[in-house]
């Protein structure tokens, strides 16, 4: 199983990124795929989540409006298009996949870091 994330690097506030997450080895399709992200000396978060293509995805408040998170599941990739980016936004982003029926079953990727600075 794997989870590869990139797309991360330094952007100035208010640009733009997007994240890509590629994921092998486990059926795509029936895992419910989320972001996080852990700023240095903070908890991880829960920044935005798909269980599927069809369903409505959700987000943290702090994104709600400026991130949007989208799945390609014949690709078995995981996007997280992030615009108005801010400063406190810097964060290393993670992707998770957790099975939507075996809650215990969850897989991380090795994150991405994500620097907003003028």
């Known amino acids: 199983v794997q989870l590869v994330e990139s797309g991360g690097g330094l952007v100035q506030p208010g640009g733009s990124l997007r994240l890509s997450c590629a994921a092998s080895?486990?059926?795509?399709?029936?895992?419910?795929m989320s972001w996080y992200r852990q700023a240095p000396g903070k908890e991880r978060e829960l920044v935005a989540s798909?269980?599927?293509?069809?369903?409505?995805?959700n987000y943290a408040d702090s994104v709600k409006g400026r991130f949007t998170i989208s799945r390609d599941d014949v690709k078995k990739t995981v996007y997280l298009q992030m615009n108005s980016l801010k400063p406190e936004d810097t964060a290393v982003y993670y992707c998770?996949?957790?099975?939507?029926?075996?809650?215990?079953?969850?897989?991380w990727g090795q994150g991405t870091q994500v620097t907003v600075s003028s």
């Open positions: 998770r996949a957790q099975h939507v029926f075996r809650a215990t079953i969850k897989y």
């Open positions: 080895g486990f059926t795509f399709s029936t895992y419910a």
């Open positions: 798909s269980i599927s293509v069809a369903a409505s995805a």
